[in-house]
């Protein structure tokens, strides 16, 4: 089945970096990806990664994907308070000739000045 | 471009009121959803369709139907509305094999 885990929440200071974890079960996930969701709105893509990579890098965020563990982490740098939101994992698989898209628990992030 | 748009953004109901969440999508994808939102849940999928006229259920479809009659639009039903389904409720789409899927507004939905 499907399952995936993230903290519930992560406290910085401004201009620290965070990372952000997050595990899966279906091996066969074609794409994992990192959504936002600000307080208030709906969930905005942030960045994905296709399951054969290792890394994805954009702007101040990188994506660390270790498929043998079934681990993947978002690392923001120079976090900024606002960056302080909701994150949230997320796996597609198909699925009966579907593409699922399971999300995780989501991660609070608070980021103080 | 609207993307998606779900309509009412608020809603209260009374036990055992039953109405039906809509959501509409102007970007032609086949692929939609509908998911609640509970804290510390994450986003749980109810429903899902993969094309217009076909649906299947997700991990929390109990309580709830809904109706693909179009390729627009997928709209969620409850018959017999349940304390336990209050929620914010989630309606996205995407194309079949795309990487992105796009989220409306949400509606907030209290049953007392």
């Known amino acids: 089945g499907e399952d995936v885990e993230q903290s519930l929440f992560l406290s910085v200071r401004e201009g620290d970096s965070s990372v952000i974890n997050c595990t899966y079960t279906d091996s066969s996930s074609t794409y994992l990806y990192w959504y936002k969701q600000e307080p208030g709105a709906g969930l905005q893509l942030l960045t994905y990664i296709f399951s054969n990579m290792d890394m994805k890098q954009d702007q101040r965020l990188t994506v660390l994907l270790n498929k043998k563990d079934k681990h993947l982490s978002l690392r923001i740098a120079d976090t900024q308070t606002g960056d302080s939101a909701i994150y949230f994992c997320a796996e597609s698989f198909m699925n009966t000739g579907f593409q699922k898209l399971v999300f995780g628990t989501g991660t609070r992030l608070l980021v103080s000045p | 471009n609207a993307g998606v748009t779900q309509t009412p953004k608020f809603q209260v109901l009374k036990t055992g009121q039953s109405m039906t969440l809509q959501c509409a999508q102007d970007?032609?994808?086949?692929?939609m959803y509908w998911y609640r939102q509970d804290p510390g849940m994450g986003l749980r999928l109810i429903y899902y369709?993969?094309?217009?006229?076909?649906?299947d259920k997700g991990e929390v479809p109990n309580g709830y139907n809904v109706s693909r009659l179009n390729k627009r639009e997928f709209s969620l039903r409850l018959e017999s509305a349940a304390p336990s389904q209050t929620s914010v409720y989630f309606c996205?789409?995407?194309?079949?094999?795309?990487?992105?899927?796009?989220f409306g507004q949400g509606t907030r939905l209290t049953v007392v």
């Open positions: 996205a789409s995407r194309e079949g094999g795309a990487t992105e899927a796009f």
């Open positions: 369709s993969a094309s217009e006229g076909t649906t």
């Open positions: 970007m032609n994808h086949n692929s």
